[in-house]
Nanobody, 116 residues
Framework: QVQLVESGGGLVQAGGSLRLSCAAS????????MGWYRQAPGKERELVATITTGGYTNYADSVKGRFSLSRDNVKSTVNLQMSALKPEDTAVYYC??????????WGKGTLVTVSS
């Protein structure tokens, strides 16, 4: 089992920046990929960005060039730096871990609201 604790989020004006952090605990040696997904009201949950243990990153087209994902394998944390935020980035952001055994773990979510 892997437990995830998220921090960050909140209210920001369009064009501003926010940083989300997620710390994993438990069976951290089983972690293969870490990242963030988001779900806006009335929409399905979608990928924002992921990073593998080896540092390979994958970003949604909608956030490329604006968001940056980093990972500390020693501390088992993943950080999402979000810049140039837009109102359409408003959503609940969920930390995600995919394990080597193909298990999925989710954080409770943190709300990001971008005002226009």
């Amino acid at each position: 089992q892997v437990q995830l604790v998220e921090s960050g989020g909140g209210l920001v004006q369009a064009g501003g920046s926010l940083r989300l952090s997620c710390a994993a605990s438990g069976n951290i040696f089983s972690i293969a990929v870490m990242g963030w997904y988001r779900q806006a009201p009335g929409k399905e949950r979608e990928l924002v960005a992921t990073i593998t243990t080896g540092g390979y990153t994958n970003y949604a087209d909608s956030v490329k060039g604006r968001f940056s994902l980093s990972r500390d394998n020693v501390k088992s944390t993943v950080n999402l730096q979000m810049s140039a935020l837009k109102p359409e980035d408003t959503a609940v952001y969920y930390c995600h871990v995919g394990s080597l055994q193909n298990e999925n773990y989710w954080g409770k979510g943190t709300l990001v609201t971008v005002s226009s």
